[in-house]
């Protein structure tokens, strides 16, 4: 009896402490902190609930109700006029283009990034590593006229080949930084491994290097699908027929054909975002799963 007395007060004493610690815990929460996270939250998705909620309703009582009170008759007309106004055909001249694009940009990038980290002692490669840093530096806006003046002479001006191209060149640089610095944190030792085992560098690049770099590749090929999607200067400057145009410069003109009919170009909008979101959410969840992989080896 008495050791069972004994052990029974030191089992309450080595309890005991867990209470502060669930109390510490409590008062470490930044409610501050949260409560501006939810008050931008909602500034954030004012403007997408506006937008949503306005592609269902008709354009007179569109004037005469409260903008972001939800429609009392819900319409699909205006979704419906959207696409007789040939919204197909921009939305796969856009596919086109983001496809084309970002598909070759994201592997020559990767090629290139891992060139670049397992040659560091080649001159030349360092010397591209620069050329592909001063490429940041150079915005589209500086040098449309130049790549306006190539598409002239290349004889591609007027069809998506001619955006797809410099779209790519544009894309490249970013995505070889993000790419190389992420290849450069795979230990050393498995690419030592893999040589030992006899495998090549190009059977190196595509066996290890890849799939440890899915995470970084995924949020590359979102990031640059974003930006080619909702591109707009390379069309407009590029491009003159209509059969040619991508969905954002089209939303230009849906807004001049519609006039004001402000629920008709809210309903193309929403058409335009949904690949995007949907495109984010499948990217989110290979890059989370990519990391869980990763920290389970």
Same mark, same amino acid.
């Given at each position: 009896?008495?050791?069972?007395?004994?052990?029974?007060?030191?089992?309450?004493?080595?309890?005991?402490?867990?209470?502060?610690?669930?109390?510490?815990?409590?008062?470490?929460?930044?409610?501050?902190?949260?409560?501006?996270?939810?008050?931008?939250?909602?500034?954030?998705?004012?403007?997408?609930?506006?937008?949503?909620? /306005?592609?269902? !309703?008709?354009?007179?009582?569109?004037?005469?109700?409260?903008?972001?009170?939800?429609? /009392?008759?819900?319409?699909?007309?205006?979704? !419906?006029?959207?696409?007789?106004?040939?919204? @197909?055909?921009?939305?796969?001249?856009?596919?086109? @283009?983001?496809?084309?694009?970002?598909?070759?940009?994201?592997?020559?990038?990767?090629?290139?990034?891992?060139?670049?980290?397992?040659?560091?002692?080649?001159?030349?490669?360092?010397?591209?590593?620069? @050329?592909?840093?001063?490429?940041?530096?150079?915005?589209?806006?500086?040098?449309?006229?130049?790549?306006?003046?190539?598409?002239?002479?290349? !004889?591609?001006?007027?069809?998506?080949?001619?955006?797809?191209?410099?779209?790519?060149?544009?894309?490249?640089?970013?995505?070889?930084?993000?790419?190389?610095?992420?290849?450069?944190?795979?230990?050393?030792?498995?690419?030592?491994?893999?040589?030992?085992?006899?495998?090549?560098?190009?059977?190196?690049?595509?066996?290890?290097?890849?799939?440890? /770099?899915?995470?970084?590749? @995924?949020?590359?090929?979102?990031?640059?699908?974003?930006?080619?999607?909702?591109?707009?200067?390379?069309?407009?400057?590029?491009?003159?027929?209509?059969?040619?145009?991508?969905?954002?410069?089209?939303?230009?003109?849906?807004?001049?054909?519609?006039?004001?009919?402000?629920?008709?170009?809210?309903?193309?909008?929403?058409?335009?975002?949904?690949?995007?979101?949907?495109?984010?959410?499948?990217?989110?969840?290979?890059?989370?799963?990519?990391?869980?992989?990763?920290?389970?080896?």
């Amino acid at each position: 009896m008495s050791t069972i007395t004994e052990r029974t007060p030191s089992a309450t004493v080595t309890g005991t402490p867990g209470h502060p610690r669930r109390k510490s815990r409590a008062r470490g929460y930044n409610w501050f902190g949260g409560s501006l996270s939810w008050i931008w939250l909602v500034i954030v998705m004012l403007p997408i609930y506006w937008i949503v909620i /306005t592609s269902f !309703k008709t354009q007179d009582t569109y004037f005469i109700t409260n903008p972001l009170a939800p429609p /009392t008759d819900l319409t699909f007309q205006n979704y !419906k006029d959207v696409i007789e106004a040939d919204f @197909v055909r921009y939305f796969f001249n856009s596919v086109v @283009v983001t496809a084309g694009a970002v598909i070759p940009a994201v592997l020559v990038s990767f090629m290139a990034g891992y060139a670049i980290v397992r040659g560091a002692s080649n001159r030349l490669l360092r010397g591209m590593n620069w @050329v592909f840093l001063t490429g940041l530096a150079i915005p589209l806006q500086a040098v449309i006229i130049p790549v306006y003046l190539i598409i002239i002479r290349l !004889k591609l001006y007027d069809t998506l080949l001619a955006i797809v191209l410099p779209s790519i060149a544009f894309a490249i640089p970013l995505s070889v930084l993000v790419l190389s610095n992420f290849i450069r944190d795979v230990p050393k030792e498995l690419f030592e491994s893999m040589r030992m085992d006899g495998a090549s560098e190009w059977g190196t690049m595509w066996r290890l290097a890849f799939p440890l /770099t899915r995470p970084a590749l @995924v949020t590359v090929t979102i990031y640059n699908a974003l930006g080619i999607w909702n591109g707009f200067l390379l069309p407009l400057v590029l491009t003159q027929n209509p059969d040619q145009r991508t969905i954002p410069l089209a939303l230009a003109n849906f807004q001049g054909q519609f006039g004001i009919n402000v629920p008709a170009i809210a309903a193309s909008v929403t058409l335009t975002t949904v690949p995007i979101v949907l495109l984010y959410a499948i990217g989110r969840r290979q890059l989370l799963s990519g990391l869980t992989a990763g920290f389970g080896k």
